[in-house]
């Protein structure tokens, strides 16, 4: 159960959360035990009033949106996936970049093909943009992978693929070509509607510690 009195974040391990504990440091919270390390998913932190879940990263607007956690972080692209609701979207925390972009093999047609399989996560997003974006309409398969989307096009599962792209290694590694940038995305910190209300001195608190931390990261 969400601690009536502190404050819950929902956190996602990985990538992102090499990021954030930096910024989270500034801001006062460290975790007291490594989560990469221990199998635990609830995790105390240096500030007695503030807890940690670890969480997928598609999971963590779930967890806001329920008010499990009254806090969040996570990609602009899972929250979009998930859709937002019941989520105030305060705050930009510049880390996690990454695009979202359409991949695939070089030279491939895709633009001009009348048929399309997409193999990707990002179901609604791939959608999206390939009904209103691409230029000629195409008659779509969408193909939904959890993972190792790279190899989508070279076993023939998919045409192209919608997948996040950072430094491009996974998809040079592959021998595959960044052929379109749908979208730009960042880490946001997400907060459940009615904890906004519930809790707003510590919300608004947290939310301005971890402003300035960014702030100073950018210096
Ligand atoms: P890269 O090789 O640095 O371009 O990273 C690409 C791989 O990492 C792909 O498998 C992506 O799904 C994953 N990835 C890249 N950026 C992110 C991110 N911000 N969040 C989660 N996964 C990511």
Redesign the pocket.
């Known amino acids: 159960m969400n601690d009536k009195q502190g404050l819950t974040l929902a956190l996602a391990k990985g990538?992102?959360f090499k990021q954030m504990a930096p910024l989270l440091k500034v801001a006062g919270i460290e975790l007291l035990e490594d989560p990469d390390v221990s199998r635990k998913l609830e995790f105390p932190t240096t500030r007695p009033d503030v807890k940690v879940l670890v969480v997928r990263?598609s999971d963590v607007p779930t967890y806001v949106e329920y008010g499990a956690a009254d806090l969040g972080v996570v990609?602009k692209d899972v929250l979009d996936e998930h859709g937002g609701r019941g989520l105030y979207e305060p705050l930009d925390l510049g880390v996690?970049a990454?695009r979202l972009s359409v991949a695939g093999r070089p030279g491939s047609d895709w633009e001009n093909a009348r048929q399309l399989r997409v193999a990707t996560k990002y179901t609604q997003q791939a959608r999206a943009y390939f009904s209103e974006q691409h230029e000629t309409p195409v008659q779509l398969e969408l193909i939904k992978l959890y993972g190792s989307?790279e190899l989508a096009p070279l076993v023939g599962l998919a045409d192209v693929i919608v997948?996040?792209?950072?430094?491009?290694?996974?998809?040079r590694a592959n021998g595959l070509d960044e052929l379109k940038v749908i979208r730009h995305s960042t880490a946001r910190l997400i907060v459940n509607k009615a904890a906004a209300k519930l809790k707003h001195r510590k919300i608004s608190d947290f939310t301005a510690n971890l402003a300035r931390a960014v702030e100073a990261e950018k210096l």
């Open positions: 990538r992102l990263s990609g996690g990454c989307m997948d996040l792209v950072d430094t491009g290694n996974t998809l």
